[in-house]
């Protein structure tokens, strides 16, 4: 199974009605934006199955992710939902990026056919057409070198017709024999894309959806202090507030677990789960946090990180339940209490 490092199913920004909001609001998990007149947004509309909500990329519009938490390496495979707006017009729609140096980018011509090309050249051209209006999952597996590089891309799970698995090529564009972030999107004129569902992992994960889970009711742990109101309902916010709902300590090893919702399907697998933290620390010495997840009556750690004095979602992706060392199951993940503790 894959090994999953970095996601974003994009309902945790906006409300269900869907909000146009400036770019910077998406810089809690992305490095940039570039948006036109305010023009990114997130919404149902937008969205690739009922109940979820996606991002509308106008022309002239995309979104960065640099420095992904695995740092620089050579392989990746990038997924997605993805949908046109308009009828396709010679693009690039993403980009495998050294930094913000394109190595590797997937582009469109304007008959719909995907293209992998580098820095302008051309490397492979599917036999198969996109349409609009129409939702596609597609994996992008491509390995960074500059004499045995490799890539493939999937569409709908199938390399057929799309771009079957190419090697001993020249992936790289310059700089280093590897990538350490991509973009979606394209500065100049598109057609205007839907994006969802977004995954960076080792390898192919297959078709699926990214479901986010909020906090429904207090948990073994209610150690933190809120503003207002119980624990888990100053942090279920649909989206992030700041300071107008929160939940504070200043006491190492305090802890706030939480009973999140159940997953909305009752069978499938899961290939991973991410914890998202916003958090700060208030001016003072140093605080540091870690996630938290209570199964079975045992408690488990995550990852110990430094706060900044300003906003940020901290994120730790699980590839295995830490309770059984096997893959999660929808039943693990209904099961257990996520929340967080404060270290020092």
């Given at each position: 199974m894959a090994t999953v490092e970095w996601m974003d199913g994009f309902d945790h920004y906006a409300k269900p009605s869907g909000t146009i909001f400036t770019a910077?609001?998406?810089?809690?998990?992305?490095?940039?934006?570039?948006?036109?007149?305010?023009?990114?947004?997130v919404g149902?509309?937008?969205?690739?199955?009922?109940?979820?909500?996606g991002v509308s990329l106008p022309s002239a519009c995309m979104i960065r992710k640099n420095n992904l938490?695995?740092?620089?390496?050579?392989?990746?495979?990038?997924?997605?939902?993805?949908?046109m707006v308009g009828s396709p017009i010679s693009c690039t729609f993403m980009t495998v990026e050294d930094t913000t140096t394109e190595q590797l980018s997937l582009r469109l011509d304007s008959a719909g056919h995907l293209i992998v090309s580098?820095?302008?050249?051309?490397?492979?051209?599917?036999?198969?057409t996109l349409t609009i209006a129409t939702w596609y999952w597609i994996e992008f597996k491509a390995t960074i070198n500059n004499a045995t590089g490799s890539f493939e891309v999937r569409v709908n799970g199938s390399a057929t017709g799309w771009i079957p698995?190419?090697?001993?090529?020249?992936?790289?564009?310059?700089?280093?024999?590897?990538?350490?972030?991509?973009?979606l999107g394209n500065a100049g004129n598109t057609p205007g894309f839907f994006f969802d569902d977004v995954v960076v992992a080792d390898d192919f994960v297959?078709?699926?959806?990214i479901v986010t889970l909020r906090p429904q009711a207090a948990g073994n742990y209610q150690q933190w202090t809120p503003n207002y109101g119980t624990n888990?309902?100053?942090?279920?916010?649909?989206?992030?507030?700041?300071?107008?709902?929160?939940v504070q300590s200043s006491t190492s090893g305090q802890i706030d677990t939480h009973v999140f919702d159940d997953l909305p399907m009752s069978s499938g697998a899961i290939v991973a789960i991410q914890h998202v933290l916003m958090a700060r620390q208030d001016t003072g010495a140093q605080r540091s946090i870690r996630?938290?997840?209570?199964?079975?009556?045992?408690?488990?750690?995550?990852?110990?990180?430094?706060?900044?004095?300003?906003?940020?979602?901290?994120?730790?992706?699980?590839?295995?339940?830490?309770?059984?060392g096997s893959a999660y199951t929808i039943s693990d993940v209904n099961a257990a209490e996520f929340g967080y503790e404060l270290v020092s």
């Open positions: 910077s609001d998406m810089r809690y998990k992305w490095s940039a934006a570039n948006d036109t007149n305010s023009a990114i947004a149902a509309a937008a969205a690739r199955l009922p109940g979820g909500q938490p695995n740092g620089s390496q050579a392989t990746r495979c990038f997924c997605f939902a993805f949908y580098r820095q302008g050249t051309t490397l492979a051209t599917s036999t198969n698995q190419q090697t001993n090529q020249n992936t790289r564009a310059t700089g280093n024999n590897s990538a350490n972030g991509f973009a297959g078709q699926g959806q888990f309902g100053s942090v279920e916010d649909w989206v992030f507030d700041g300071d107008n709902s929160f996630p938290k997840q209570r199964s079975g009556g045992s408690d488990y750690n995550g990852a110990t990180v430094n706060l900044g004095t300003g906003y940020q979602a901290y994120l730790e992706v699980k590839n295995t339940n830490p309770a059984t």
